[in-house]
């Protein structure tokens, strides 16, 4: 029987966890935003449809054009982290179907063929992609800052012009300075968030 | 500098977990799904919002009244499965506000005045609460076998009469019997689904 984790591999992960709003000077490299990718990938999705998508953001070029979808209280904080992951979907995701998911040939065909299946597969399956990369990174010793307080139109119009992958949040990464974390918010008690049926 | 998980951990929670079929006929316990719930409670959502909400399935009329939602294919194995979560989200999460983001006296409104917004925080962040679900499970030991293939608008009907709740997706859970799981299927290289900007 499997057994769980130690305590402080759920602290890292979950319990002492934390959203970061500033990180050390230290860049993140390459090689340890492939291995990031190559952590959250795994995480499973519908009929392994893999539709989410991620623009790593490092350059001062690309900070500047995700600038302007900003709200202002996130864009100190986000110009200043080492990487701001978007992370989108691809709208055309099945695409790859036949190659991620050969035991169904028809599979492509049924997400091609009904456009509000495929919207809700790829909106769903993104979000779950993103929380697979949040816990990634904090299991990778990564500090993490999700936001959705940004404009998705013009991150759409800067970044995918073609409209065919199209953002659903964003993710501060780096390594994490403590000095700029919030009070931690509460959590709702079991019996408002759970029924047992 | 806070590191990387061990690599057991790292497998246990990613490189080497399994969508599961099949469970044993080990029971999983009120304990444990509390504990279960008080480690993915943890995981951020946009403004502490915590839309998600989760029904454990585990008697056989809740079963039964499960049953006609399902896809074909996915009856048999989640009548089988000691526990099914429906992860669903609460249309008005905001009314938790006051309490889950004293910080800010606007931030129900917010949401309860903007339709668009409300839904789009209520499924974005209850699907990352359902992928929070899915590690902290792996994390505790627990096997995860996540699901798409039923009809909400029957499990809407069935079990959120009243339409305050809405689900999302559904987890079938349990200690894990490996003799049921597929062939793993591939994931995407790198380049097909990140870019470097």
């Known amino acids: 029987m499997t057994k769980a984790l ?18 050390t ?3 993140v490299s390459d090689n340890m935003l492939q291995q990031l990718y190559d952590l959250y ?52 995701f099945f695409e790859h179907m036949p190659t991620q998911f050969p035991a169904n040939p028809g599979a492509r065909d049924m997400f091609a063929n009904n456009a509000g299946l495929s919207a809700d597969t790829a909106t769903r399956n993104s979000a779950l992609q993103g929380a697979y990369l949040i816990i990634a990174a904090r299991a990778l010793g990564l500090a993490a800052g999700p936001m959705s307080g940004f404009n998705p139109a013009v991150v759409n119009e800067a970044f995918f012009p ?6 659903n949040f964003l993710i501060n990464l780096g390594w994490g300075d ?19 049926a």
């Open 6 to 23: 130690d305590s402080a591999a759920l602290d890292q992960i979950f319990l002492a966890a934390r959203t970061f709003n500033k990180f």
């Open 25 to 27: 000077a230290e860049p």
């Open 41 to 92: 990938k795994w995480g499973p999705t519908s009929l392994n449809t893999q539709p989410g998508r991620v623009v790593f953001v490092r350059s001062a070029e690309a900070k500047q054009k995700l600038m302007p979808a900003l709200m202002p209280n996130n864009v100190e904080k986000t110009m200043a982290a080492p990487v701001v992951a978007i992370v989108a979907y691809d709208t055309a």
């Open 162 to 167: 073609d409209g065919c992958w199209k953002a």
């Open 178 to 196: 403590p000095s700029g974390n919030r009070p931690r918010g509460p959590r709702l008690a079991f019996e408002d968030s759970v029924v047992m």
